[in-house]
């Protein structure tokens, strides 16, 4: 006898104005599980912008406690994990929005996405052990030089509370680039 349990999908609202945390569609039964990353009718329906054709797809493979971001292009991202298991954090660094300086987190396991508008700040930690695969879908491909701001994510001020401890001078853990970005007070003046 056959078990099928369906997930269905759900859209939840942030403290920044536009970050949605999305649980995927997913159907599950003795082989495994399906989850849906991207349904255009799905997000239409929910009130999300189309987010389709995508542009540019990035997968990357972190090791346990590095680092990546706080990064904010002009661009709308869709974030998960695919393997693995990360700690989000959002930083709204738009000059106009109502909740500019808004920081949120978001615990990132399978089948949890986040949905990223423009310019606000993205980045994570892995926290499993091994690597953890993060899976990037980008509207705009990402070129040198694109509009966005970058912001130190061990800056205290934002009172991220990474949960594995970040040594600056290991490129291992977290990038100069990343390490020698400017703080939120530079950035949102």
């Given at each position: 006898?056959?078990q099928?349990?369906?997930?269905?999908?759900?859209?939840?609202?942030t403290?920044?104005?536009?970050?949605?945390?999305?649980?995927?569609?997913?159907?599950?039964?003795?082989?495994?599980?399906?989850?849906?990353?991207?349904?255009?009718?799905?997000?239409?329906?929910?009130?999300?912008?189309?987010?389709?054709?995508?542009?540019?797809?990035?997968?990357?493979e972190?090791?346990?406690g590095?680092?990546?971001?706080?990064?904010?292009?002009?661009?709308?991202?869709?974030?998960?994990?695919?393997?693995?298991?990360?700690?989000?954090?959002?930083f709204?660094?738009?000059p106009?929005?109502?909740?500019?300086?808004?920081?949120?987190?978001?615990?990132?396991?399978?089948?949890?996405?986040?949905?990223?508008p423009?310019?606000v700040?993205?980045?994570?930690?892995?926290?499993?052990?091994?690597?953890?695969?993060?899976l990037?879908?980008f509207?705009?491909?990402?070129?040198?030089?694109?509009?966005?701001?970058?912001?130190?994510?061990?800056?205290p001020?934002l009172?991220?509370?990474?949960?594995?401890?970040?040594?600056?001078?290991?490129?291992?853990l977290?990038?100069?680039?990343?390490?020698?970005?400017?703080?939120?007070?530079?950035?949102?003046?």
């Amino acid at each position: 006898m056959s078990q099928t349990t369906v997930v269905p999908f759900v859209v939840a609202g942030t403290e920044i104005e536009g970050l949605k945390v999305l649980q995927a569609k997913q159907i599950t039964d003795e082989r495994g599980t399906v989850r849906e990353f991207y349904r255009e009718s799905s997000f239409l329906e929910a009130g999300l912008p189309s987010l389709g054709p995508w542009l540019q797809v990035n997968v990357t493979e972190t090791r346990q406690g590095a680092l990546r971001g706080l990064h904010g292009e002009e661009m709308f991202k869709l974030v998960a994990v695919v393997e693995g298991e990360a700690f989000g954090a959002y930083f709204d660094a738009r000059p106009d929005s109502p909740s500019r300086g808004k920081v949120v987190t978001v615990r990132l396991v399978k089948g949890t996405q986040v949905l990223v508008p423009k310019g606000v700040c993205n980045g994570f930690q892995s926290v499993s052990p091994g690597v953890t695969q993060y899976l990037y879908c980008f509207d705009q491909e990402w070129r040198t030089g694109m509009a966005g701001v970058a912001v130190n994510p061990l800056d205290p001020d934002l009172g991220i509370a990474w949960p594995l401890p970040v040594d600056v001078s290991d490129p291992g853990l977290i990038s100069v680039k990343d390490a020698s970005a400017p703080f939120a007070a530079e950035v949102t003046g």
